[in-house]
């Protein structure tokens, strides 16, 4: 899953989600491939009760997901308590981060990144990523001028996967956070 722009404005809503990947076999794994969700920008909006960015409930043991490069940013205005960037429920066993290169932002929240289950892996992600407002153009979602500099220019390099941003644009060294290079 990449180079795609989630976005959710839910007033009144229980739940938004702007990413849900749950298994159903989280406790039986089989035959399992890795998955990737790379530079996406995901913005949630609105008074939901609860806001997720990204929601997994996933087997994380043999590193089977990876998070590389996205954006997420909630601004829910009503329960900031509830306001949850990346939330791993139920999670097994992982054995490296599986958050890389992402800004994850929950609007003043201290959920940017939240994990349940057993035998979570601390910290979940890695020091390249960051939790402040990556100031997005509010009618497009691309990064602007006033975007901190590490989501402009702190993405990863994923050539070996995809080579454009979302608009079709070669994506350059450094890369970008999020769906647009910028």
Not at 29 to 46: H, L, S
Not at 54 to 80: G, M, V, W
Not at 111 to 120: E, K, L, Y
Not at 134 to 159: F, H, I, K, M, W
Request: glycine share 8%; proline share 4%; aromatic share 10%.
């Amino acid at each position: 899953v990449y180079n795609n722009i989630i976005a959710i404005s839910g007033n009144g809503a229980t739940n938004n989600y702007g990413i849900q990947i749950e298994d159903p076999t989280v406790n039986n794994p089989v035959d399992y491939r890795k998955f990737y969700i790379a530079n996406n920008t995901v913005v949630v909006k609105g008074t939901a009760t609860t806001s997720y960015g990204l929601y997994i409930k996933f087997y994380l043991e043999n590193n089977y997901i990876s998070i590389q490069n996205d954006i997420i940013s909630i601004t829910n205005t009503s329960e900031l308590d509830n306001a949850y960037g990346i939330y791993f429920n139920n999670t097994h066993d992982g054995t490296t981060l599986p958050v890389y290169n992402s800004c994850v932002y929950t609007n003043g929240s201290s959920n940017n990144i939240h994990a349940t289950g057993t035998n979570i892996i601390t910290p979940l992600a890695d020091t390249n990523s960051i939790t402040t407002n990556p100031n997005l153009d509010a009618a497009t979602y691309a990064l602007t001028a006033s975007s901190p500099v590490e989501a402009r220019q702190g993405g990863q390099d994923l050539s070996s996967a995809f080579t454009v941003d979302i608009t079709g644009a070669t994506r350059t060294a450094p890369w970008s956070m999020g769906a647009y290079e910028y």
